[in-house]
T-cell receptor, first 110, second 115 residues
Framework: GIQVEQSPPDLILQEGANSTLRCNFS?????LQWFHQNPWGQLINLFY???GTKQNGRLSATTVATERYSLLYISSSQTTDSGVYFC????????????FGQGTTLQVKP | NAGVTQTPKFRILKIGQSMTLQCAQD?????MYWYRQDPGMGLKLIYY???????DKGEVPNGYNVSRSTTEDFPLRLELAAPSQTSVYFC??????????????FGEGSRLTVL
């Protein structure tokens, strides 16, 4: 099945810094989503982005499907950005199956 | 609009017991999922469903069963609980008119401990 790798596994930032999180996948996809899991365990959908670029406030994401990667950009980070960021992908041969990466744990220090 | 509702939120089971985790969504979503998350790890797909009456295995289906008799409900059954099933279980749903899921919405999770 499709493999998903996220990097870096851990990231520590000072408040106000920018960061880039990466998601690599091993096969063609028709679905890619980014999620934030806050310190209380709640999972929030950030982007549905199988291709192209989207922006939502300080967050933006880009998926280059032909090169099998996606990037999540966090600008002017805040302490509330802390938590784990996951990408999930659905292969183009499947109808609905979504596989998660291992996540990037982000800590933003004040 | 409640979204995705999971019950119970917490449960302790003894080895060999069985139980059902309930999941309901009120958004008329056609896709529903069950994931488990072990401490410090990512989410592993247990089972998923693309519509009522249709279910399929995910990455880690052994020891679990599901059914999807209605659009709204997607219960997960644990038979003969084992310590390896200690985890946090998340239910999720999405809507898509095309092949492949849409934006995924998660429930708050159910923390299960097997002793």
């Amino acid at each position: 099945g499709i493999q998903v790798e996220q990097s870096p596994p851990d990231l520590i930032l000072q408040e106000g810094a920018n960061s880039t999180l990466r998601c690599n996948f091993s096969d063609s996809v028709n679905n890619l989503q980014w999620f934030h899991q806050n310190p209380w365990g709640q999972l929030i959908n950030l982007f549905y982005i199988p291709s192209g670029t989207k922006q939502n406030g300080r967050l933006s994401a880009t998926t280059v499907a032909t090169e099998r990667y996606s990037l999540l950009y966090i600008s002017s980070s805040q302490t509330t950005d802390s938590g784990v960021y996951f990408c999930a992908v659905g292969g183009s041969s499947n109808t609905g199956k979504l596989i998660f990466g291992q996540g990037t744990t982000l800590q933003v220090k004040p | 609009n409640a979204g995705v509702t999971q019950t119970p939120k917490f449960r302790i089971l003894k080895i060999g017991q069985s139980m059902t985790l309930q999941c309901a969504q009120d958004m008329n979503h056609n896709y529903m999922y069950w994931y488990r998350q072990d401490p410090g790890m990512g989410l592993k797909l247990i089972y998923y469903s693309v519509g009522a009456g249709i279910t399929d295995k995910g990455e880690v289906p052994n020891g679990y069963n599901v059914s999807r008799s209605t659009t709204e409900d997607f219960p997960l059954r644990l038979e003969l609980a084992a310590p390896s099933q200690t985890s946090v279980y998340f239910c999720a749903s999405s809507y898509s008119a095309l092949a492949g899921a849409g934006e995924l919405f998660f429930g708050e999770g159910s923390r299960l401990t097997v002793l």
